[in-house]
């Protein structure tokens, strides 16, 4: 029988090549493929164990915190934490810590916000005119922030210069119905009709008159109002000395300011920031905070809130707070000057300085600008600087703002729904003149909690004092694409989404502007201990105070990025905290930034509506990506696999029927229907063993050749892939021809039609001509079809990398990894696709050869015959490519998890590449028609 068959192979070595080529580009093609595949996965797992370690790989919270977008789609806001307070026992915390397999278990009480005024200085000397005995500069403020989008006029202030002396108020006398003077003098309190000291101007006959201010009544309130930056307006009072220097400010000590050159008015504005309790010693072992000291000493873990006694000032309760070096906010303040010349001012009532100085006419004296964000830590610095000295940062309460509420739209794009705040939040009733931030009258979209720092009459002596500064970008950096909002000092990231929008923001990020209410959260920006948290919450709600903890940070051992081994480690230690403490556990080892679309609605002081892009976490993304590049990898195997066997069946199949004249005299001669087969096997079988062992020559150098890493291990696969692909294609065939019959000899070769009809166009003989041979004609669509399911597929991967599965940017950088992979497996794979319909098309041409000879004996031209293969080549294609579209389509949706626009736009760009492969496919049996020797044919005939 081997005798035979290689007599067979020898004597039709043409179709022995042909189909010994099919089988090793088949073979050599999968091996590589697969190989690049595999190539592609494990460029995944190293870019996941890359680019996934986080700070902590596993975050507890109170039970029930997670909100329905985290529920629905596993998405977490930015800065989740801190509208986060309390709901964590210290003795959950220490449960969690006692767990084995915990690297660093730190915890964080989110407290709320605390004040901070910055200052700064306009510097008005260019708007003095030095030949003036007296003058009045009004200065009108306007405070903006939101990249300049939101803007707030204040009601002007007015400063005084006199060449005449001024004297000032000594506050650190005795309190009474007289105070003190720098001069010595005493004066009473009620001078202006108000108890509030005013300087006084010293005249030529040596009398002293008040510079009364006319705002002042207006700035005094009933307890428990507040004011913000626009409604502090004033009258200051400034002597020019006859050097040209200035005396300006309170007095210090009993003695009149130190003159300075330069005229500065101090303006300031009200910023909140974020105030946490920490663990030291835990946050230094989970994100380095010592080694981000910048200024003075780390945060003591155990030092309690001290007294200390401000000397006339009186006595106040101090927290000791680590403080940030960088605000995140952004504020500024711009101001204009015009010189008024008022006849007199010292002396006058108060009512009567107002009414002169909304009346007297100026002229234009220049103006100034402020950034606030410049100011803040040289104001920090003068607190860590001076200890001892009044004031620290005002903790007389906190405000706790809540979460966003969102609305989402069909599009997925965010909206966040405004609240309404109670004005009455930003005051207490122990304190008359707190300052609040402007924006405090902004469109809100928190909601906002007051929580006194202290219970009585004692509120007004707590604040905070920095013993250092930290930079939040110095703390422990990860990887960007793993650094997840959920990070604990993440700044916001929000930029433009549009181009009216980044238009908008002058093409610069959107920072939080300072207010609690405010949409932007910036991370906590004071961190205090934990000791100090009973000290700080006597005022707060009894659950509060009875789990004051907002969150456990929990960094497992043994964990050094994502793996599946990693992924398990902390799978089971998370399953543990959650057994044993109840909590809401997340693991954030392997999610990503995903970046969501926000519709902000327009703010009340002239921000427009902004399309925003905000980084979110995903959790969970390196689970998902490599359950999704696994399925993929499953898919294109597959495909891959049956495009080669649907492509060497297809040949295998015209060698039978080429020779089924000869089966059949076999058969004739006594050869029984198993010995026919196995020949047919055999030699089906011998090319496959063959074009095995040349693929494993082929397939190491071709994979180098492509940048592929094809080891020898894997190229030894092309012999038993090859065998076992070359019998599969041969089994139909060997059955057919082992039933082989002599009246075979003279079947033609395609099926009769059950009912002749006349065909009129070149289209409809086309069709006929398909129908005429069902098998043959759906094998080669399917072969097409599977390729461009392949296609489809892989198109719908790397749009799924982008956004439909993870939406992260791991999932864009893994998308690299992968795409060039898969696109030369699809390619592949619609190549043997269109290479099986131009066979198809061969062997149609090949069997009517007589037919179309006799075509063109009628007169039938060898444009009309070529057209007659391309309506085949096209409704072959065409039928090929829209069910392999289909069929890719529905597996892109099963990957996916959706059916968005992007897919159906993917699998109909993939279908029109299958018609034009085709199209181009079906040229070599075309140009197969003009050498159709017509006359030898019709005489056989």
């Known amino acids: 029988m081997f005798r035979f068959v290689w007599r067979q192979l020898r004597g039709r070595a043409g179709r022995s090549v042909a189909l010994l080529t ?63 307070f309390g709901g964590i026992t210290t003795a959950q915390y220490d449960q969690v810590k006692a767990l084995p397999g915990i690297e660093v278990a730190a915890p964080i009480a989110m407290l709320g916000h605390a004040d901070q005024i910055i ?37 002007p202030r007015y400063l005084y210069l006199t060449k005449h002396p001024l004297i000032r108020p000594d506050f650190s006398g005795p309190p009474g119905r007289k105070l003190r003077y720098t001069d010595g003098s005493e004066h009473a309190v009620d001078a202006c009709g108000r108890e509030y000291a005013v300087p006084r101007e010293v005249q030529p006959d040596g009398r002293s008159l008040p510079v009364c201010d006319p705002f002042a009544v207006a700035s005094d309130g009933a307890a428990g109002s507040t004011m913000s930056e626009l409604d502090m307006t004033s009258l200051s009072a400034a002597h020019l000395r006859p050097d040209g220097r200035f005396e300006f400010g309170p007095a210090r000590r009993g003695k009149p300011p130190a003159p300075t050159d330069r005229l500065l008015l101090p303006v300031g504005v009200s910023v909140a920031l974020l105030l946490a309790a920490v663990d030291p010693v835990a946050e230094d072992r989970l994100v380095g905070l010592n080694g981000a000291i910048q200024d003075g000493t780390p945060l003591p873990p155990d030092r309690r809130p001290a007294r200390v006694d401000y000397s006339s000032w009186g006595q106040a309760t101090e927290f000791p707070v680590l403080a940030t070096s960088r605000p995140f906010v952004d504020g500024s303040v711009s101001a204009t000057y015009r010189q008024l010349v008022p006849s007199g001012i010292a002396g006058l009532p108060a009512d009567t300085v107002g009414a002169a100085l909304a009346t ?52 997925g794009v965010l909206r966040p729904r405004t609240v309404t705040v109670d004005p009455s939040v930003y005051g207490s009733e122990f304190v008359i003149r707190r300052q609040r931030s402007w924006l405090a009258d902004d469109r809100s979209f928190r909601p906002l909690n007051q929580v006194p720092t202290s219970i009585g009459d004692e509120a007004l002596s707590h604040s905070w004092r920095p013993v250092g500064t930290f930079d939040p970008l110095r703390l422990t950096g990860f990887d960007d694409l793993s650094r997840v909002p959920l990070e604990t000092y993440e700044p916001p990231t929000v930029e433009g989404a549009d181009d009216r929008s980044r238009q908008a923001l002058g093409d610069r990020p959107l ?34 105070r009875k789990a004051p903890i907002s969150a456990i940070r929990v960094r497992v051992a043994d964990v050094d990025g994502y793996n599946e081994r990693s992924a398990e480690r902390v799978r089971l230690i998370a399953e543990r905290i959650a057994t044993t403490t109840g909590l809401d556990v997340d693991i954030t080892l392997g999610s990503s930034p995903a970046p969501q679309t926000v519709d902000l609605p ?38 891959v696999l049956v495009v080669c066997a649907l492509f060497l069946g297809n040949a295998v199949t015209a060698a039978v029927r080429d020779r089924r004249a000869e089966l059949a005299v076999l058969a004739c001669l006594g050869w029984s229907a198993r010995r026919i087969g196995a020949l047919v096997l055999g030699e089906v079988a011998t090319l496959g ?25 894997r190229a030894l696969l092309a012999v038993p892939v090859a065998l076992l692909l070359a019998l599969v294609a041969g089994l139909t065939p060997a059955l057919r021809a082992a039933r082989a019959h002599p009246w075979a000899a003279l079947r033609p070769p395609v099926a009769a039609t059950l009912r002749a009809h006349r065909t009129r166009t070149v289209a409809g003989m086309a069709l006929v001509n398909l129908a005429r041979v069902p098998a043959r004609t759906l094998l080669g669509a399917a072969a097409l079809g599977i390729g461009i399911a392949s296609l489809t597929v892989v198109g719908a991967v790397a749009y799924a990398f982008r956004g439909a599965v993870v939406g992260s940017l791991l999932g864009d950088t893994v998308s690299l990894d992968v795409r060039g992979a898969d696109t030369l497996a699809a390619v592949a794979t619609v190549l043997l696709g269109a290479a099986a319909v131009a066979d198809v098309l061969y062997l149609d041409v090949r069997d009517r050869a007589t037919e179309l000879a006799a075509l063109q004996a009628t007169g039938w031209t060898d444009g009309a015959l070529t057209r007659l293969v391309g309506y085949q080549a096209l409704f072959l294609g065409g039928l090929g490519a829209l069910s392999g579209a289909g069929l ?33 496919a079906a040229l070599v049996p075309a140009y197969l028609l003009r050498r159709l020797p017509t006359a030898r044919l019709l005489a056989q005939e």
């Open 22 to 84: 099919g089988v090793l580009v088949a073979t050599t093609g999968f091996v590589v493929l697969t190989g690049a595949t595999t190539t592609s996965r494990l460029a995944v797992i190293g870019s996941l164990e890359r680019h996934t370690r986080a700070s902590y790989d596993i975050l507890v919270r109170p039970a029930g915190s997670r909100t329905p977008l985290e529920a629905q789609r596993g998405l977490v806001r930015p800065n989740y934490l801190s509208g986060l």
């Open 119 to 155: 200052s700064g200085s306009l510097d008005l000397t260019g708007a003095v005119d030095p030949s003036l005995d007296r003058q009045v500069i009004r200065i009108d403020l306007t405070f903006d922030t939101d990249r300049g989008r939101s803007v707030g006029r204040a009601a």
């Open 360 to 411: 007297l006419p100026g002229r234009p004296a220049g103006g100034g600008r402020e950034d606030f964000a410049d100011r803040y830590l040289g104001d920090i610095r003068d607190l860590i600087e001076r200890p001892g000295e009044c004031c620290g940062g005002v903790l007389d309460l906190v405000l706790q703002a809540g979460p966003v509420d969102y609305d989402e739209g069909p599009d």
């Open 511 to 544: 920072l939080p502007n300072g207010s609690p209410g405010g949409y932007l959260s910036a991370p906590p920006l004071l961190l205090t201990n934990l000791a100090s948290v009973p000290d700080l919450l006597v005022g707060a709600p009894a659950r509060q």
């Open 602 to 639: 327009a703010g009340a002081f002239g921000r427009p509506d902004l399309r925003l892009t905000e980084n979110w976490s995903a959790l969970g993304v390196a689970s998902v990506i490599t359950k999704a590049v696994d399925r993929k990898s499953a898919v294109l195997f597959a495909l």
């Open 689 to 713: 063993l063959a074009a095995g062992l040349l693929g494993v020559g082929l397939a190491v150098p071709l994979g180098r050749a492509l940048g592929i890493d094809v080891e020898w291990d």
């Open 888 to 920: 890719g389509l529905g597996g892109a949706a099963w990957l996916v998890g959706d059916l968005p626009a992007a897919l159906v736009t993917t699998a109909a760009l993939a279908a029109l590449a299958g018609v034009l492969v085709t199209c181009l």
